[in-house]
């Protein structure tokens, strides 16, 4: 499905807002837009082994969700603090098991 301009920006600037919080959990994140579309890639600070890519595409219903890569939907892109929260988490645990 394409996705119209007004989206893409939109679902850019949740990026940025996501990539912002992310920072204030101590993250490094850059913003790639070359390529299919617009997506954050995140390094933990301290382990830079850890990392991720978060993607902002909308469901079925129109709702903009962050999704990881690998097709598994964080949280709404409206619920920045959830996201950044789980991605966190996420981001601790896989660096704790290494």
């Keep these: 499905m394409l996705r119209t301009i007004e989206e893409t920006d ?3 600037a949740a990026l940025e807002d996501l990539g912002q919080s ?4 101590g993250h490094l994140t850059m913003m790639v837009t ?3 579309g617009p997506r ?3 390094l933990h600070r301290t382990e830079p082994g850890r990392s991720g890519t978060i993607v902002c595409q909308r469901d079925a219903d129109g709702t903009a969700w ?5 097709a598994d939907r964080i949280a709404p892109a ?4 959830r996201a950044a929260a789980l991605i966190d988490q996420s ?3 896989a660096s704790s098991v290494a």
């Design 10 to 12: 939109t679902e850019l």
């Design 91 to 93: 981001l601790q645990r």
């Design 34 to 36: 070359a390529g299919t």
């Design 78 to 81: 409206r619920d920045l603090d």
């Design 22 to 25: 992310l920072a204030r959990h």
């Design 40 to 42: 954050l890639e995140v």
């Design 66 to 70: 962050f999704w990881w890569t690998w």
